[in-house]
């Protein structure tokens, strides 16, 4: 299977600042049909998961632009330009190219 | 607006079985793969099933397959998942979820609590 690996697990960040997460895949993330299956969801407490990010890089419909995401083959990056308050939850990353498909363990944003 | 719906959770024994559905509206839904996700209490996201648009292509978790069998009915738009043999590490909330382009669409979850 393949191990989707994130970083860091828990992410103090302040009101107004950059937060990165890193989610690390153990094979190419790369499909036969040339696509990279990587999503990033944001699950609120209390809430279903919601997606962000797609194919690595797509933002989702009503997903505000301060969320992007990057990176290739085995190295991605959810990136938020300015954290808000409503930013608070646990996220995770997603690989849809390999059979099973599996999460990344989540990483939680709270606000310091 | 899209809308998953889930039903059927609930608490059940050890060995025994629960059938989950999915009311899916506001798509087309027999143009759409369809998964469920399952989280336990406090814990993240664990992939269980998907299911092609017509029925035909499944796929399970290891720690499912044989137990569980996902299945669809376009005609009433509404995804299934038949859980047999259940066991205390089956408790967790499960998840209806749309696929395009991996899971968009996510329904509210319904609790399955296994337990004597």
């Known amino acids: 299977d393949v191990v989707m690996t994130q970083s860091p697990l828990s992410l103090p960040v302040t009101l107004g600042q950059p937060a990165s997460i890193s989610c690390r895949s153990s094979?190419?993330?790369?499909?036969?049909?040339?696509?990279?299956?990587l999503s990033w969801f944001q699950q609120r407490p209390g809430q279903s998961p919601r997606r962000l990010i797609y194919r690595v890089s797509n933002r989702d419909s009503g997903v505000p632009d301060r969320f992007s995401g990057s990176g290739s083959g085995t190295d991605f990056t959810l990136k938020i330009s300015r954290v808000e308050a409503e930013d608070v939850g646990v996220y995770y990353c997603m690989q849809g190219t390999h059979w099973p498909r599996t999460f990344g363990q989540g990483t939680k944003v709270e606000i310091k | 607006e899209v809308q998953l719906v889930e039903s059927g959770g609930g608490l059940v024994q050890p060995g025994g079985s629960l059938r989950l559905s999915c009311a899916a509206s506001?798509?087309?839904?027999?143009?759409?793969?369809m998964l469920w996700v399952r989280q336990a209490p406090g814990k993240g996201l664990v992939w269980v099933s998907h299911?092609?648009?017509?029925?035909?292509?499944?796929s399970y978790a290891d720690s499912v397959r044989g137990r569980f069998t996902i299945s669809r009915d376009n005609a009433k738009n509404t995804l299934y998942l038949q859980m047999d043999s259940l066991r205390a590490e089956d408790t967790a909330v499960y998840y209806c979820?749309?696929?395009?382009?991996?899971?968009?669409?996510w329904g509210q979850g319904t609790l399955v609590t296994v337990s004597p």
């Open positions: 506001g798509f087309t839904f027999n143009i759409y793969w």
């Open positions: 299911i092609d648009t017509d029925g035909k292509i499944t």
């Open positions: 094979q190419s993330l790369v499909d036969s049909d040339g696509n990279t299956y």
């Open positions: 979820v749309r696929d395009s382009w991996g899971p968009d669409y």
